[in-house]
Structures are given as C-alpha cells and as structure tokens.
C-alpha cells in the first residue's frame, strides 16, 4: 500500500463508504482536529516523568483513534465494523478525574495556563480538544454523530485541565491566579 494515492491533489478526501469532500469540511475538519488532539497527547505522553500516567493516555489515545475512525466513516454509505465507543470510555475519565480532584486543593480562582513547560503543553492539548469538541459539535447541527462522542470529548477536556493542575502540583509549578485588573 502506497503512502501517496494523488486522489487528494485536488482537494478533496475520501470517507470510508467512499464519499468524497472537500478537505475544509467540517466532518473532515472534525477527524482532524481530534488527530491533532491525539499528537499532542502522545507529546504528553513523552513529556510526563509519571509513568502511572502512561496507560491513561495510552487509552485515550486508542479512543482518540476509535472517534475519529466514526467521524471519518460516511453515517449512510459505510459498512465497515468500527471500534465501540462506551459509556464506560467515559466513566473512566470520570474516575481519573476524580482521582486527581482527591488529591488538589479545592479551586478558588481561575489559573492562567502556563508554570512549566509540560503543563503548558498540556493546556494547549486541553484547547485543542475544546476546538475538536465545538468542531464535531458543530458537524452533529447537520448529520448524525453519537452522542457518546460529544460526552467523551467534553469529560477529556475536564481531564486535561484537571491532568495541568495535577501536573503543576507534581513538577512544584506555581499555579498562577487569574486577576482580573480593575478599570
């Protein structure tokens, strides 16, 4: 199989079921962003010493791929067998979450992003999956999308904040109050 197929040159992508769109569409825009979420967690992945994280985001990047495979699949046409998204996908980030919360102290302010290299690294993943979640929102106004999808990617954001805080805490970052300047 060939890397290259030159069927995109003229600015258009096939869908599995074999529709073809524009490359700016917003399902394509979708998958996208969601492939551009999972970069940024495996950058995450490399950049944080806690190895007990690893299988965590080993995890969500499987279910990074398992979104973006339905996003790329056409909702009529397509037949193939896809990778189950579940309820429990999401409880499980419920748990982490919940996990990190236990172990914070309770917010009292709005935190600017930043502190340290890996915790700003993951704010910037934090609003990628905001951007993949508004985008895929957006495509579900016009076609079909699970529901679960939007769950998922919504309970991930929760977790990448939560994952910042827990990191700034970890790497003894500073964890910066949001002051609003008085006019």
């Not at 944080?48 to 985001?57: G, M």
């Not at 896809?82 to 009292?108: G, N, R, Y």
């Not at 895929?136 to 990617?153: K, T």
Request: with cysteine.
């Amino acid at each position: 199989m060939k890397i290259y197929t030159k069927k995109g040159d003229s600015g258009t992508t096939g869908l599995i079921g074999g529709t073809r769109l524009p490359k700016h569409h917003i399902r394509i825009e979708s998958y996208g962003t969601v492939d551009e979420l999972n970069s940024y967690i495996g950058l995450m992945r490399d950049l944080i010493a806690d190895q007990t994280l690893t299988p965590v985001l080993l995890e969500i990047q499987d279910r990074l791929f398992t979104i973006g495979s339905h996003l790329a699949a056409d909702p009529v046409k397509s037949k193939m067998e896809l990778p189950k998204l579940l309820e429990a996908d999401v409880t499980f980030l419920e748990t982490e979450i919940d996990v990190m919360d236990a172990q914070l102290e309770p917010m009292k302010f709005f935190v600017l992003p930043g502190g340290h290299p890996t915790v700003s690294h993951c704010h910037i993943a934090r609003c990628v999956c905001r951007r993949a979640e508004r985008l895929i929102s957006h495509l579900a106004e016009n076609e079909p999308v699970e529901a679960l999808i939007g769950a998922y990617m919504n309970r991930l954001s929760d977790y990448l904040f939560m994952l910042s805080r827990k990191l700034t805490k970890d790497l003894g970052a500073e964890e910066m109050p949001w002051k609003p300047r008085n006019n």
